[in-house]
């Protein structure tokens, strides 16, 4: 068991990026709240809102070529910081400074310089614009197209953003007037961490059943969130409910011994999925990302 969970460490450290659909859109949102909260710091403290300008994938590691080494977005925001289409400029998706993406939680556009976008619903016009520039797919964005030193180790960059954040609370940075940005990255925390699960749910949910078959147990779903894809209605977003899948097998008089078997194998069958597990990684990179911003605000 212990060398379960150490490999499963092993394995949160060192994934890569994977497809991101809406959920790599929210994570924009959430990373230009982490870039505000970052330039709260002195500017030979800031980490965030750098880029690499040519990344080495030739190397073991892979690493940034110096030179010309890293780039910091320059804006039009006071002391040359980057509004948001500035910074997804830079993130490198296609978006061009000077689109207004973001929105309130009405959905009313806001002006290029507006620092509050609504999360969930600028994500889906993030969304929508990515993928009417990437053929319609949605990637997450690699730590060294945003964090100084960032790697393209995409669970460990999430886990970077996350200590900025807490770092920049640690110093006594938060004060009433900037306090929303850390409840804002909070929220979009939450947020990322739902879509994931939702996201993934269809696929753990057959593949759970899959091994379910064979000791006549039916899984049991709960809803995700809204239960519904915020860019696709018809989409619902359902993930297993362990509980109660025990419980109902239970009831239904199947042996005791025999249910723990068949959990067992189906929770092993998730783990031996190479891409369940990759989602599995970064939905436990934003609830710890969840949890630890929870402490800010």
Known sequence: MQTKVLLFSLFLLTTKVLA???????????????????????????????????????TNPQKCKIPPGWMQCRGSLPNNRCRFDQLL?????????????????????????ALNPDPERTATMVYRRLVQANAGKVPDVPGYRYQLQGSEKYISSISAVSNVVVDTFNRGKQTPANKYLFEMFAKAS????????????????????????????????????????????????NTVDWQKTTSNALAAKIPAARVQTAIAAARQAVMSDQNLRKHTAAITAFMTAERRSAGCI
Request: hydrophobic fraction near 30%; charged fraction near 20%; proline fraction near 4%.
């Open 20 to 58: 991101g659909g809406y959920s790599g859109a929210l994570e924009q949102v959430w990373l230009f709240y982490a870039y505000q909260i970052d330039g709260l710091n002195d500017p030979a403290d800031r980490k965030l809102g750098w880029k690499c300008q040519t990344w080495d994938e030739t």
């Open 89 to 113: 400029n830079q993130f490198g998706g296609g978006i061009r400074r000077d689109e207004k993406l973001m929105v309130d939680s009405s959905g009313r556009t806001l002006p290029l310089e």
């Open 190 to 237: 939450e947020q990322v961490r739902i879509s994931r699960v939702g996201d993934q749910g269809r696929y753990l949910i057959q593949t759970v059943q899959n091994t379910l078959n064979m000791y006549g147990i039916t899984v049991a779903t709960q809803p995700v969130g809204s239960g519904r894809s915020p860019v696709n209605p018809t989409m619902s977003w």
